[in-house]
């Protein structure tokens, strides 16, 4: 399965099966902080939404379209990002994610969203990763941009919320300018002279223990 450290002590893992009730547990646990920008948020009543989510996402790795995984602080799942709407004839795809409140302000969303975009355009060789916020949604506003993508335009009601529908900002970058950034960081690998890729630890993408 899919592994990535992202400091000293998180890391990112696929979800799997066993991971179903401490995720089920952090919703519940941020459903307030998560509401105004996630209204799926509403539909997970038990603990069978959350495994049905995880088992979506399982099979999602199989078929190579990307994968949603757990971010972890020590033995704590503390958020989830994942890859959403990919398209083959395109090389696009979407990401998406949200982190506890209590885990906010310390880096690990930007850190897990490069991860993800090395996934997405050395992994996946696709051209295009978006990424859509609501316009009020500072904090998560704030990734994409500093990561270098382009503020392209407001799609109009867009997601239904609560209360009606709601606009969503969406971000793009390709992959060019994501291989410039990377170039002028000095992030290449030497042996290839292309941006330094992701180099997961992979298994079967069954459920189980680790």
């Known amino acids: 399965m899919f592994y990535y450290p992202l400091a000293d002590d998180a890391v990112l893992r696929i979800l799997e099966e066993h991971h179903a009730e401490a995720l089920f547990q952090l919703t519940l646990a ?16 038990g603990i069978e939404d959350t495994l049905g989510f995880i088992r979506q996402g399982l099979t999602q790795f199989a078929a190579g379209e990307g994968f949603q995984a757990g971010i972890w602080r020590g033995p704590r799942l503390v958020g989830v990002i ?20 209590a885990h906010q302000g310390r880096g690990l969303m930007t850190r897990a969203c490069e991860a993800l975009l090395r996934y997405a355009f050395e992994d996946l060789g696709l051209h295009r990763v978006e990424i859509r916020c609501a316009p009020a949604n500072h904090r998560s506003r704030a990734i994409p941009i500093r990561l270098g993508f ?12 609560r209360e009606g529908y709601d606009d969503l ?14 170039s ?7 042996r290839t002279g292309n941006p330094r890729g992701i180099t997961p630890r ?6 189980g223990s680790r």
């Open 30 to 45: 941020n459903r307030l902080h998560l509401l105004p920008w996630l209204p799926w948020v509403d539909q997970v009543i």
């Open 82 to 101: 994942g890859f959403h709407g990919m398209s083959r004839v395109n090389r696009s795809i979407a990401i998406g994610y949200w982190l506890a409140a």
């Open 184 to 190: 002028s960081a000095g992030e290449t690998d030497p």
């Open 202 to 207: 992979e298994s079967s993408p069954r459920g």
């Open 150 to 161: 382009q503020e392209e335009g407001l799609i109009r009601a867009a997601q239904r919320g």
């Open 169 to 182: 900002v969406v971000y793009g970058l390709l992959a060019p300018e994501w291989r410039a950034r990377q």
